[in-house]
């Protein structure tokens, strides 16, 4: 059974451009939540979304969306990129909606560096 | 709203030395509890979780923790580490029922030493 892919594995880009970040959850996990990870702050919650809808947001200013597909693949949008938006990002699956009843599988992460 | 907080960042211990990883948790509604464990350059893996029933979870590399709903602690224990437990471990705590976010606390970085 694969696991969660989540590409490209790294990805340099310059302050002000816009990037794209995709996640394929697990065969049959409807739940994909994304999260930044940085060494300051730790892991935090960007948004999740289950059947194509968002269902919760964290507190992240605009420039950060997300979108889901009816395959359950998930795509993620930072524009106006920032020094500040360098970190890990990490997409995680999950049967039901959010990790809390089944826990989630994560993927390996997309490494942002902004210069 | 719910928190949890890991009281240490760092915790280096001997091979085959027990070890103990402290998480405390915040919470105003019933909870789900959850250790996960990321190796380096990787996402982060489930190691157990608490959902109801027994306090005491285990999993299936030798870690265990327990809920303690009056300490609200739910730390994590492994009475022998070996080399390949080095890793950084989260706590992470949701709501029960739908729509929960689950929240994750900075992290403990276990360093077993040879």
């Known amino acids: 059974k694969a696991g969660v892919t989540q590409t490209p594995r790294y990805l340099i880009k310059t302050r002000g451009q816009q990037v794209t970040l995709s996640c394929s959850p697990i065969s049959g996990h409807r739940s994909v939540s994304w999260y930044q990870q940085t060494p300051g702050q730790g892991l935090q919650f960007l948004f999740e979304y289950f059947s194509e809808t968002q269902r919760n947001k964290g507190n992240f200013p605009g420039r950060f969306s997300g979108r889901q597909f009816s395959n359950s693949r998930s795509e993620m949008n930072v524009s106006t990129l920032e020094l500040g938006d360098s970190a890990l990002y990490l997409c995680?699956?999950?049967?039901?909606?959010?990790?809390?009843?089944?826990?989630?599988?994560f993927g390996s992460g997309t490494r942002l560096t902004v210069v | 709203a719910q928190s949890v907080t890991q009281l240490d960042s760092q915790v280096p211990v001997f091979e085959e030395a027990p070890v103990e990883l402290r998480c405390n948790y915040s919470?105003?509604?019933?909870?789900?509890l959850f250790w996960y464990v990321q190796y380096p350059n990787q996402g982060l893996q489930l190691l157990l979780k608490?959902?109801?029933?027994?306090?005491l979870v285990e999993s299936i590399n030798g870690f265990e923790a327990e809920f303690n709903k009056s300490q609200t602690s739910f730390h994590l224990r492994k009475p022998s580490v070996h080399i390949s437990d080095t890793a950084e471990y989260f706590c992470?705590?949701?709501?029960?029922?739908?729509?929960?976010?689950?929240?994750f606390g900075t992290g403990t970085k276990l360093q077993v030493i040879p």
């Open positions: 992470a705590v949701s709501g029960s029922g739908g729509y929960q976010k689950v929240t």
């Open positions: 608490y959902l109801s029933g027994s306090t």
């Open positions: 919470s105003s509604v019933s909870v789900y």
């Open positions: 995680a699956s999950s049967l039901g909606t959010g990790g809390a009843n089944y826990g989630y599988t």
